[in-house]
């Protein structure tokens, strides 16, 4: 069964810092780009980094730029999100998702097969 599942979320005070996990089973996470989202309550989902299967070439959103890294382990068949200096409008529940050999990567919430459960992201002091 394919299956996505983030962990890693938690309460953060602004300027801290959390690594996001997405593991995968299932499947072998090498051949598949991965794509992190998020969504705060009241708002749209929001792409906002991926990394492309392969060679592993990375994208972010200009609002992340600078504060998320996005990597991946394929012998533990994990993607990380790590983020730093968190702000209150890091706020939301994080998403990873997968498809099968993407080459380029982009955060197209469609273009996606698999999805995760998603993990709640709060910074607030």
């Known amino acids: 069964q394919v299956q996505l599942v983030e962990s890693g979320g938690g309460l953060v005070q602004p300027g801290g810092s959390l690594t996001l996990s997405c593991a995968a089973s299932g499947f072998t996470l090498d051949y598949y780009g991965i794509g992190w989202f998020r969504q705060a309550p009241g708002k749209e989902r929001e792409g906002v980094s991926c990394i492309n299967s392969g060679v592993g070439r990375t994208y972010y959103a200009d609002s992340v730029k600078g504060r998320f890294t996005i990597s991946r382990d394929n012998a533990k068949n994990t993607v990380y999100l790590q983020i730093n200096n968190l702000k209150p409008e890091d706020t939301a529940v994080y998403y990873c998702?997968?498809?099968?050999?993407?080459?380029?990567?982009?955060?197209?919430?469609?273009?996606?097969?698999?999805w995760g459960q998603g993990t709640q992201v709060t910074v607030s002091s």
């Open positions: 998702a997968a498809r099968r050999n993407m080459d380029r990567c982009a955060v197209v919430a469609s273009w996606y097969h698999y």
